[in-house]
């Protein structure tokens, strides 16, 4: 778990610091323009620890679509994507006794993201942010017993989060785009006590940019 607090500040800097550089240094994106295309990738879901409860990080994936309507330096990138999101719920209380509950749940998601970019048509970095809603689609949750219902993990039918992120355009084709998640909903975890936590993830994907009008 390296990456969950260091990335996080990594890219939060980095996304909010370069981003509003590049509104007074953007050279791409004046002409209106639009593009679709797919993507595909992987995630990493994690929650921050609570008393005797820990996360144990586990890879899912994303496949989708997205769409970029852009101009004047900026551009509007609505998405969907359905996403399987893994974690594994982690109850190890003084004196022994540890359980871990994975929970894996699918999700259909939509982004709605506001970004910029800086470079050319060869090689650009957009930065973008915006709200992501989600509904889950399928929820599985391995307990099987009191031991196991100590350790599970509420999922909601909708939530709801905040993603920041940069991403690096090969041309007008590829792109790789690497992302921070954060819920902003609380979802219910462990016995009453510990009935809140938020559930964050890291986004890695590939675009392929199949429709474009420049």
Do not use: C
Not at 71 to 98: A, C, D, I, L, M
Not at 140 to 159: K, M, P, T, V, W
Request: cysteine-free; overall charge negative.
């Amino acid at each position: 778990m390296l990456y969950t607090p260091f990335m996080k500040k990594v890219i939060l800097i980095l996304t909010l610091g370069l981003f509003f550089t590049s509104v007074a240094s953007a050279q791409t994106e004046y002409i209106p323009s639009f593009q679709f295309g797919l993507k595909a990738g992987a995630n990493f879901s994690t929650f921050p620890q609570y008393g005797d409860f820990k996360n144990q990080d586990e890879a899912g994936y994303i496949v989708g679509a997205w769409a970029r309507v852009g101009g004047f330096g900026f551009n509007f990138q609505p998405e969907v994507y359905v996403t399987s999101k893994n974690v594994g719920v982690v109850y190890e209380p003084p004196g022994g006794g540890k359980t871990v509950n994975p929970v894996k749940f699918t999700s259909l998601d939509f982004p709605f993201l506001l970004g910029t970019k800086v470079g050319t048509n060869e090689l650009g970095v957009r930065f973008y942010g915006g709200p992501v809603f989600s509904y889950a689609i399928n929820i599985n949750e391995g307990f099987g017993n009191d031991i196991g219902y100590a350790s599970r993990l509420d999922i909601n039918d909708q939530n709801y989060a905040l993603q920041v992120g940069a991403g690096l355009d090969f041309g007008t084709t590829l792109s790789i785009d690497l992302r921070y998640e954060e819920g902003l909903n609380k979802i219910a975890y462990g016995p009453d006590e510990y009935s809140h936590t938020r559930l964050n993830l890291f986004n890695l994907t590939l675009a392929y940019n199949i429709f474009s009008t420049y």
